[in-house]
């Protein structure tokens, strides 16, 4: 087995961390020298904006590409896999290769200056001594010209040099005020050759500073490519009163001439071969029950943990939910070493013995499991299984602790996890909870704190070894070599790789096993928990492609896969409009159809490499609607008439007045509906039938009238 999963190399080295750093954390440097090139990024050749601007113009005088059209910064595509400098964005001007909105803004009335960047362009820029960023805001977005080597499948990364930020003069210490950092939240989106590949990505909080995932698969052939950088939006700030330190949020003054809270600033785009996902081949088990065997034919109750190897190199397996220690052959042949179902609680050899409900099991060097148990009539029980199946107790009873409870009494800790520690020794672990005492807030209070213990186990008696005050330390992650871990949930565990450039990528996505192993040959094994539940074998699935599918609009999709299915695999989805927005009701929200220019829903597909689509929603009006044409009459009375559409589950319009065509008013008083075709409540007319009369008094002269139906 390769210690690199990825399909193919890679050109370029990732840059340190070092390049980010910043002398004041939370704060961007702004030096703004917009001739500044950006040092030496492509083994020699300069990236100032004048030399990269000839050879764009050079590359489309070449290939035919007019001025209307995205063209690479250095006169050639960028070279893919590797990494994309924000700065070197395509050539082409506004709309074309970016959109900005130019050097100036306004947040809430306040003028906003931005850097200046390349020269001509609407896009912002930003650089300290060693890195220059594009400072994008909410809608705009920049193009880059790529080129493929070879067909394959890639994952994409960012980086970012912070999100959006709030300063407020939270300390003011004369003559100085320190700034206090509130993040703000930007929500961005990658596309490949026109097509939304990422969905929307948010970005926020100090963590946004370094390497975010974008786009984790997606494939590109050999060739020319697009990679469009879009920002959805950007959280804006309190509004202000005043430039400068204005205005007040908590009682304190808010920085808002600051570009910086409206933007956000890209610094890099990391696009790398990705690597193989691996899929799991059930060797054992698939079915409940409890049978022995080899492959379909084994039943399992719950295989939740594979501890390891034993000295014959079969796998030994805790069955929880049959309460049984058995082993698993590579090749599928199960055994049960120790214990059977419904057997009582005793010990005993094989499959005479008894387990009660197994909480955890380890194994030492030599094979040996010590199962712990939780027991109905005492606390916990401790058993040794040897490698011949002989099951004795080591300990039974209840684990305490130095604490007292309220009544004086040594207070009993729970244990809930038995491993070996560094030196080899077995360990036991509890955790309890308990009010204290504390004077943090200036004043006494109780608080529930949560503390953890470990003991060692001498003679059949427990003793206190360690003491955790924070609680047990985190477990969730296990490290296998070769940059393979895993990382466990409070229900899964799943396997990642971490390359050299610290690059994580997740190697069984959409899958959760109750367990995950790798034995001394490399190889892995997982174990499936449930009363469904089987053990496999971990392999790489080149066949496997994943269904990605966005919304835009009101909207969501059922049936998109949670895994990466087969090529024979029929996938079917179906868009469902939604009947409510943050707006109020959308009565008339539509499914408009796929990003493909598909309408087929439900959908009926099958993939053959990994597919992203975008379902679109949006408002379509009923045909027809509104005023009916030819109903207004003016009465001598000095009312107005006219009829509006109706239907028989009624349409809302709203009805406003105006003098002067500008300044539109509710009308208060003075409109009523027909008897019988609806009603009009604060100037809402509700039409139940298909011509609904309403009739609106006329006091002054003229008066203009405007009727909008309501999407409810």
Known sequence: M??????????????????????????????????????DRRGGLRSGPFFGALLGFVWMLVHGVGLAQSAPFFGEPLKLPGRIEAEHYDLGGEGVAYHGRGLQDTNHGVVVTFPPGRPGSLIPEYQDVRSTNVVLRAGEWVNFTVEVAEDGYFSALFRTYGAPLRLEACVPLPPWVAPCVYWGTAVVRAEVDGANYSGPVAISGPEAWGEHPLIPRFWMSRGVHQIRWVVESVENMDPPQSPGWAGLFNGNPVKTDDYQSMSIALD?????????????????????????????????????????????????????????????????????????????????LGTNAGFGPILQAAKDASGTVFVLERDPGVANRVRRVDLNGDVTTLFLGSAEVTYTDPTGAPLKVPLSGIQF???????????????????????????????????????????????????????????????????????????????????????????NFSSIFRS????????????????????????????????????????????????????????????????GLTRFNRFL????????????LRI???????????????????????????????????????????????????????????????????????SVVNGIVEARLPQTWVSVRTKTAPLYLRVQLLDR
């Open 593 to 604: 159809g796929w990003s493909d220019g598909s309408t087929e829903n439900p959908r009926f």
């Open 421 to 511: 520690d560094s030196t080899g020794n077995l360990e036991l672990l509890g955790q309890f909870s308990r009010l204290e005492l504390s004077f943090e807030h200036g004043f006494q209070e109780y608080i529930e704190m949560v503390r953890g213990v470990s003991f060692a186990l001498e003679g059949g008696q427990v003793r206190e070894t360690r003491f955790f005050p924070g609680g047990l330390p985190d477990q969730s992650t296990r490290e296998f070599g070769n940059g393979y871990f895993s990382k466990r949930n409070s229900v899964a565990e799943n396997l990642y790789y971490k390359d050299s450039d610290g690059v994580v990528s997740e190697v069984t996505p959409g899958m």
């Open 2 to 39: 390769t210690n690199d999963p990825r399909t193919s190399g890679r050109s370029g080295k990732r840059p340190t961390d070092s390049r980010f750093s910043n002398p004041i954390p939370g704060l961007r440097p702004r030096k703004f020298n917009p001739g500044q090139a950006d040092g």
């Open 608 to 678: 053959e490499r990994d597919t992203f689509l975008e379902a679109n929603f949006g408002v379509v009006l009923p045909n027809p609607h509104g005023v009916v044409p030819g109903s207004v009459r003016y009465l001598s009375s000095g009312s107005l008439e006219f009829a509006v559409v109706g239907d028989f589950n009624h349409y809302f319009y709203q009805l406003e007045v105006s003098q002067n065509l500008k300044d539109w008013q509710i009308p208060s008083s003075g409109v009523f509906v027909k008897e019988g075709d609806g």
């Open 268 to 348: 890099s785009i990391l696009v790398l071969p990705a690597v193989t996902p691996f899929r799991l081949v059930t060797i054992a088990g698939g079915n409940p029950g409890f049978q022995d065997g080899q492959g379909s034919e084994v039943r399992f109750g719950n295989p939740r943990s594979l501890l390891g190897e034993a000295a014959s190199g079969d796998l030994v397996v805790v069955d929880t939910g049959n309460s049984t220690i058995r082993l698993v052959s590579k090749e599928g042949n199960v055994r049960t070493l120790a214990g059977f179902p419904k057997n009582p609680v005793r010990d005993g």
């Open 520 to 583: 001394g040959d490399g190889a892995f094994f997982a174990a499936e928990g449930g009363y469904l539940g089987g053990v496999g074998r971990l392999e790489p699935a080149t066949d496997l492609s994943r269904l990605s599918v966005f919304t835009r609009g009101f909207g969501s999709v059922t049936g998109v896969p949670t895994v990466l299915v087969l090529p024979t695999h029929e996938i079917r989805i179906e868009a469902m409009p939604s009947r409510s927005s943050p707006n």
